[in-house]
């Protein structure tokens, strides 16, 4: 106990500085909490939250009452679980790869052309996938395919091509973020390591294999599992804005989030709404418990908690 | 005193963290009630505040309560200040779920208010007209006069028609219309021959059933009273055969490319030729004005009075204060022509002026148009003048038009959805991925629409159709 205020009295400023985000997270994420019980609840604006009538489980029951219920399923963990893998993958490659340009100002130059379409909305970048795809008017269609003397393909009717544009568009987006995560990592290694290596007579390959790679790996760990949890979750101007919202396409696009917003957009029933978020929370939980269980059991440094 | 920096820097950031909540709650003046209402529009605020001023110095006077107009067209905003609660007295609730408003709590019932405070408009308000306002016998919505009947067909740009020779009023239907997109296609090449009427491949229905419920809950014939069996729009011969023709008019590339997933809102003033749209009175010269070239329309489904267009927009959200100040408020919108004129068109000289003196307005040269409502939003559109162009005879010709179609067999029925959510929005779910496609010929019907059915019995049809079957016996029984 005493130990305990002699530590709070020393670092005082730095629990000072860490108060408004506490509040805010209080705020932002405890107090709305009891709202969870929404989820099952035929909610009634005139009655409350808590004065609304409980009717157990039937909200949840429109997630899984089509066919889709599957295909929503495969389309948010098949998409992330893809997402996480590549996204890894080429964000620390394009890390690496930026710490070998010696040049500081090419290295600007590059570093700000990765990160702009991240900072564009989803609804820009669709008209931009839209200019590429567009039937009639699509550069694809028109510059591409036609002077090569192929037929034009009506690509927002075509199911079996978007895995790959999504893909590539989410990688596109995105890879300029992850790689600056990576990137600070990489620059913080102590270069003797290298100096040491090359004496040694490690090529480059060997350096990034068995360097930069292992020191990065806690990183590495920490943000797959943080993506892990929010596997469940996808990001809806991707699979909405981006196919614009083509029926023809839903097969491949339809996922939990664009379920949830297509089916409720015009009934805006609460307690539905809320039923979704709930079960992906509660499957999103139950993901990082595991997977920072499996890590535990691999490498237990690495691990979370 | 460092600590008290300190505090001071993290107050500090509290408050400005707590200036980005926004503060709603309008303080009225002691004694003097503020309206809040919602409107169909795409004014500017600023238009918005100086209307409502103006028309406050009315309102204040005959109903001893102020007035602040807010417009939107986009009914997610509407949606979201429903459901977050915010403060509001009068709202037009075009496009929202009504039974959803009602089953959820969000509306008040009108019933005693509507007869002690609204008593101008209930004198001109037909019997036959209230009969779909009515949700377990309450009343829970406002009746509209405007267009309660609605005909169907295309629009055509004229210019293209008398080059082609052809008059509208001998296309009669779905063939006679190929054979004109066909001669457009040749002749034009730089037009498209039909085109979505909005964004995403919308598209008016022209067909004879009687819509209840999205299309999911329909009467194949609504011009025959012994049919009364439910059954969903998809399932009906003529929605197959519709999307037969559209499936083949797009091999023949007489539709606009990627048509069901169109960006554009108004193609009709650009590069199309046709669209499917809903016919009344005056719509021809409505749709010329708005799409900047001359257009005739051929009619392809005899006018239809039907719950859908006789469900009344305006209601009184549960969380209004002065209930019985908007139903007055109300009143003086549907019967009173000084207050309806100015609230639809805003302030005379500025806004609008009169091209003659009561019945004809137009937009003032050199205006930009900033204070704009839709005229059949608002409770009663035979009060209010009309638009520059239009022959004032058109309010008169709706009445006749309203009064001579026919009634849809489920004229009045109104479906509760509170038991069958699940279902209707799994169904939902299921619609947004085969009707627009299917519709703008971009799938094969021949391979789509059974597999439409049968996720659409998957997803609990159904189970919706027994409960709207049960629902409108009883409605039926009932109206004997």
Not at chain 1, 220 to 225: G, P
Not at chain 1, 281 to 305: M, Q
Not at chain 2, 275 to 290: R, V
Not at chain 2, 432 to 444: C, F, M, N, V
Request: glycine share 6%; net charge negative; charged share 20%.
């Amino acid at each position: 106990m005493k130990s305990k205020m002699r530590k709070i009295r020393r670092y005082w400023p730095l629990y000072l500085m860490m108060l408004p985000a506490c509040i805010y997270i209080f705020i932002n994420n405890y107090v709305p909490l009891p709202g969870v019980s929404l989820a099952f609840r035929q909610y009634n604006f005139q009655k409350g939250i808590y004065g609304s009538p409980f009717i157990g489980l039937k909200n949840f029951k429109f997630l899984f009452a089509s066919k889709d219920a599957w295909i929503i399923m495969r389309n948010t963990i098949g998409y992330n679980l893809i997402f996480i893998v590549l996204g890894t993958v080429c964000a620390i490659a394009v890390a690496i790869l930026l710490c070998e340009i010696r040049s500081k100002i090419s290295k600007k130059i590059y570093q700000t052309c990765i990160l702009i379409p991240y900072l564009v909305s989803m609804v820009i970048i669709s008209y931009l996938v839209f200019a590429f795809l567009s039937e009639g008017n699509g550069y694809i269609n028109t510059q591409i395919l036609a002077k090569l003397g192929m037929n034009k393909i009506s690509w927002y009717n075509e199911p079996k091509y978007w895995p790959v544009i999504l893909v590539i568009v989410n990688l596109w987006k995105n890879i300029g973020y992850n790689s600056i995560m990576y990137y600070a990592m990489i620059i913080a290694i102590d270069k003797t390591y290298y100096e040491a290596a090359r004496v040694d007579g490690a090529g480059r390959w060997q350096q990034i294999l068995h360097i930069t790679l292992p020191a990065i790996k806690p990183t590495i760990v920490i943000l797959t599992l943080m993506s892990v949890g929010r596997i469940m979750y996808s990001d809806f101007g991707l699979f909405y804005q981006i196919p614009m919202n083509s029926g023809t396409l839903l097969d491949v696009t339809n996922t939990i989030d664009t379920y949830v917003y297509r089916g409720l957009m015009q009934t805006n029933n609460i307690g539905m709404s809320a039923a979704a978020g709930v079960y992906q929370s509660v499957v999103g939980f139950i993901l990082v418990i595991t997977a920072n269980l499996i890590v535990k059991k691999v490498d237990p440094e690495s691990a979370l908690f | 005193m460092k600590r008290k920096k300190m505090m001071a820097a993290v107050l500090a950031a509290l408050m400005t963290c707590s200036a980005f909540t926004p503060a709603v709650a309008v303080k009225a003046d002691d004694d003097v009630v503020k309206l809040k209402i919602w409107v169909f529009g795409e004014g500017s605020t600023e238009e918005c505040e100086k209307v409502s001023e103006a028309l406050s110095e009315i309102t204040r006077e005959k109903i001893g309560a102020e007035v602040e107009i807010y417009q939107t067209i986009d009914t997610e905003k509407l949606n979201l200040a429903m459901t977050s609660g915010e403060k509001l007295d009068l709202v037009c609730a075009h496009n929202l779920d009504r039974s959803g408003l009602v089953s959820s709590g969000m509306l008040l019932p009108l019933d005693d208010l509507y007869t002690e405070y609204a008593p101008d408009a209930a004198a001109m308000v037909k019997e036959e007209d209230t009969k779909a306002l009515y949700f377990d016998d309450q009343m829970y919505f406002l009746p509209s006069n405007g267009d309660k009947a609605r005909a169907s067909g295309v629009m055509m740009r004229k210019d293209i028609l008398d080059e082609l020779g052809i008059n509208a009023d001998d296309i009669k239907g779905m063939d006679d219309f190929h054979d004109v997109l066909v001669k457009v296609k040749e002749n034009y090449p730089d037009l498209y021959p039909l085109v979505p009427s909005w964004v995403g491949g919308g598209m008016q229905k022209t067909f004879h059933i009687d819509d209840i419920y999205n299309g999911l809950v329909v009467l194949e014939n609504g011009f025959d009273p012994s049919d009364t069996t439910i059954t969903s729009q998809y399932e009906t011969q003529e929605w197959k055969d519709f999307c037969n023709y559209m499936y083949q008019w797009n091999q023949e590339g007489l539709l606009m490319p990627d048509a069901a997933t169109s960006t554009d809102n108004s193609p009709m003033s650009t590069v199309g030729f046709a669209d499917y749209e809903n016919l009344i009175p005056g719509k021809e010269a409505d749709f010329s004005k708005g799409n900047g070239h001359e257009f005739v329309s051929a009619q392809f489904v005899e006018p239809l009075k039907d719950t859908e267009r006789n469900k009344g927009i305006w209601c009184i959200p549960a969380g209004c204060e002065y209930p019985e100040k908007a139903m007055e408020l109300w009143n003086l919108l549907y019967s009173d022509k000084e207050v309806a004129t100015m609230a639809a068109y805003g302030i005379e000289g500025v806004n609008y002026e009169w091209v003659e003196e009561g019945s004809v307005v137009k937009i003032p040269d050199g205006v930009k148009d900033t204070y704009t409502t839709y005229e059949w939003a608002w409770p009663n559109l035979n009060i209010l003048p009309v638009f520059e162009g239009k022959d004032p005879a058109v309010r008169q010709e709706l009445e006749e038009f309203n009064d001579s179609a026919a009634r849809a067999t489920s004229l009045g029925f109104v479906l509760d959805t509170s038991t069958i959510m699940n279902e209707i929005t799994a169904c939902n779910n299921v619609k947004q991925k085969y009707e627009t496609p299917l519709q703008w010929g971009a799938l094969d019907p021949e391979e789509a629409i059974p597999e439409f059915i049968e996720e659409l019995e998957a997803a609990g049809l159904r189970t919706i159709h027994e409960e709207a079957q049960r629902q409108l016996d009883e409605y039926l029984a009932k109206q004997k």
